[in-house]
């Protein structure tokens, strides 16, 4: 199971961390990616971090604002959020991907958490 946590009401300009916690299997063994959906949108992915190398990967809309890490003694993944803005409102999920890669079906779905961004 994955559970995801850290959403929030914030400004524009503003900060948040989400949190991915594994209960049952090891992050080392899967590449995590974040997601998000907002309202009357579909769920994209935002970032993933690989297995084996950690390399990460951003779309564009959040370059240079959000970063993903690992914790391997945690058994967490976290997506720091910066300057945030309206657009960035959405529920976002963490998934985890056991070919490691980022580039194949998730496996692991966690329940999303709510971020809103508004004044």
């Known amino acids: 199971q994955l559970q995801a946590s850290g959403g929030g009401l914030v400004q524009p300009g503003g900060s948040l961390r989400l949190s991915c916690v594994a209960s049952g299997f090891r992050f080392d063994d899967y590449a995590v990616g974040w997601f998000r959906q907002a309202p009357g949108k579909e769920r994209v992915g935002v970032s993933c971090?690989?297995?084996?190398?950690?390399?990460?990967q951003y779309i564009d809309a959040v370059k240079g604002r959000f970063t993903i890490s690992r914790d391997i003694a945690k058994n967490m993944v976290y997506l720091q959020m910066k300057d945030l803005k309206p657009e960035d409102t959405a529920v976002y999920y963490c998934a985890a991907e056991s070919l490691g890669t980022c580039r194949s079906a998730y496996d692991y779905w966690g329940q999303g958490t709510q971020v809103t961004v508004s004044s």
């Open positions: 971090i690989t297995k084996r190398d950690f390399r990460t």
